[in-house]
């Protein structure tokens, strides 16, 4: 039996130290890929709890101090005071955070829609800034 003898191909050294490299590079791409999304959730959360709160305390900031007197279409007074109370949350709204509307649609009901702008922490395939937008009802 005539055995084959393994001879290596000069240009087969290092491709397998290429192959580790481009394993590791997906990898870590697919893990800022993982945290941006996680960030973006939780940015996304954070932003929808604030939109309640704020919502809630304009309801109530406006009918203990004008009862009755906010009609429906009434956007500016609204407007005013989530405004304010978005500027005392400074600490926990996200950078950029602004009042989109807040109106008074039944006479009872206030709807208010706050938005901000989310910048990944990792800049993947040039991927803008996203404007996230959240909507609360207040009763």
Same mark, same amino acid.
């Given at each position: 039996?005539?055995?084959?003898? /393994?001879?290596?191909?000069?240009?087969?050294?290092?491709?397998?130290? &290429?192959?580790?490299?481009? #394993?590791?590079? !997906?990898?870590?791409?697919?893990? &800022?890929?993982?945290?941006?999304?996680?960030?973006?959730?939780? !940015?996304?959360?954070?932003?929808?709890?604030?939109?309640?709160?704020?919502?809630?305390?304009?309801?109530?900031?406006?009918?203990?101090?004008?009862?009755?007197?906010?009609?429906?279409?009434?956007? /500016?007074?609204?407007?005013?005071?989530?405004?304010?109370?978005?500027?005392? !949350?400074?600490?926990?709204?996200?950078?950029?955070?602004?009042?989109?509307? &807040?109106?008074?649609?039944d006479g009872q009901t206030l709807?208010?829609? #706050?938005?901000?702008?989310?910048?990944?922490? !990792?800049?993947?395939?040039?991927?803008?800034p996203v404007q996230i937008c959240?909507?609360?009802?207040? /009763?």
């Amino acid at each position: 039996m005539i055995r084959r003898k /393994r001879t290596r191909i000069s240009t087969d050294s290092g491709s397998s130290f &290429a192959i580790v490299i481009m #394993l590791t590079a !997906f990898v870590l791409a697919t893990a &800022a890929l993982l945290i941006d999304a996680s960030q973006e959730y939780v !940015f996304q959360q954070k932003l929808g709890s604030l939109t309640k709160q704020i919502a809630l305390t304009t309801k109530s900031i406006t009918n203990a101090t004008v009862p009755g007197a906010v009609q429906p279409g009434a956007t /500016r007074l609204l407007t005013d005071t989530a405004t304010n109370l978005l500027a005392e !949350f400074e600490g926990k709204s996200p950078s950029g955070a602004q009042v989109l509307s &807040a109106t008074m649609n039944d006479g009872q009901t206030l709807d208010l829609v #706050l938005c901000a702008t989310f910048d990944a922490p !990792f800049k993947m395939i040039f991927v803008p800034p996203v404007q996230i937008c959240e909507e609360a009802r207040a /009763r």
